[in-house]
């Protein structure tokens, strides 16, 4: 009894067998946002450097294009009056290059001596440097006008035209319209480069027209350039094209513009 007695004096205290409530920490924010070691950078725009570059180039292009001007073409690399360093080249030169300021009407024969084709030719160049160039041969009949805002390249057999200036319509003669003078004057110009002796200058009677005359040495042989006083092309012998003048007039013939 004495023991029950006890027992009831001394209950057993809750606080021994209860857990001390648990506080819980909590939720930081941290465990859902990125460290920031591991924040993914963000996208820089790209424009800004490649509008960068561009204008460097664009400047670059500007300031190359102040000091050095437009590129040139082959043949603007020696200009029309430059002396070639040989007086007998440069008589005969400067003669081909003034022919755009000349009037006159000229007859030409043509020897192609690739095919051995023969072509006749009429040049007539009047004021304003209006110009008809007339070619034909066995299988073309074609005529040139430049005539101020008029171009036109037409088949004299069928009568037929198109509005600009075409030089494939003679390709066969391996000749472009300006063989009267221009084109052989830049020919002349290479061949005073490649030149491989003296050149030999003459003076000639062409189709009762004076002309001065000069032979160049060149690596195919000798090519042989004559022109009139103004300009016009008397006569060219070379290992591909042979060119003489057969008639020559001071004034141009009017009717030659007639299509």
């Known amino acids: 009894m004495a023991h029950r007695s006890h027992l ?9 067998t209860r857990r001390p409530p648990t506080r819980r920490p909590p939720i930081r924010q941290t465990l859902t946002r990125r460290s920031p070691t591991h924040r993914t950078p963000a996208r820089r725009p790209v424009a800004r450097p490649l509008r960068r570059v561009a204008a ?33 080249i440069d008589l005969v030169l400067r003669r081909l290059e003034s022919v755009d300021r000349a009037q006159f009407t000229a007859a030409f024969q043509i020897d192609t001596k690739f095919g051995t084709l023969r072509s006749t030719a009429q040049v007539a160049q009047a004021a304003g440097q209006r110009l008809t160039v007339t070619v034909a041969n066995e299988t ?45 004057a830049r020919r002349l110009r290479v061949s005073a480069d490649r030149r491989i002796g003296d050149p030999v200058p003459s003076s000639t009677t062409v189709a009762g027209q ?4 000069v032979e160049v040495p060149v690596s195919g042989g000798i090519e042989t350039y004559c022109a009139l006083d103004s300009g016009v092309l008397a006569r060219f012998a070379g290992a ?4 003489e003048l057969t ?5 141009p013939d009017e009717s030659l513009f007639e299509t």
């Not at 591909?240 to 060119?243: A, M, N, S, T």
């Open 8 to 16: 009831r004096q001394s209950p057993v205290r809750q606080t021994l």
């Open 56 to 88: 460097a180039l664009t400047a670059a292009t500007v300031l190359t294009g102040c000091f050095t001007g437009e590129r040139p073409s082959f043949e603007d690399e020696a200009p029309e009056s430059a002396s070639t360093g040989d007086p007998a």
């Open 140 to 184: 073309v009949n074609t005529r040139f006008v430049d005539d101020g805002d008029d171009e036109r390249t037409c088949d004299l057999n069928t009568a037929e035209c198109e509005a600009e200036l075409n030089d494939a319509r003679i390709s066969n003669t391996q000749l472009s319209r300006e063989f009267y003078g221009p084109s052989f």
């Open 210 to 213: 004076p002309a001065e005359c």
């Open 240 to 243: 591909d094209v042979q060119i």
């Open 247 to 251: 008639a020559y007039s001071p004034t």
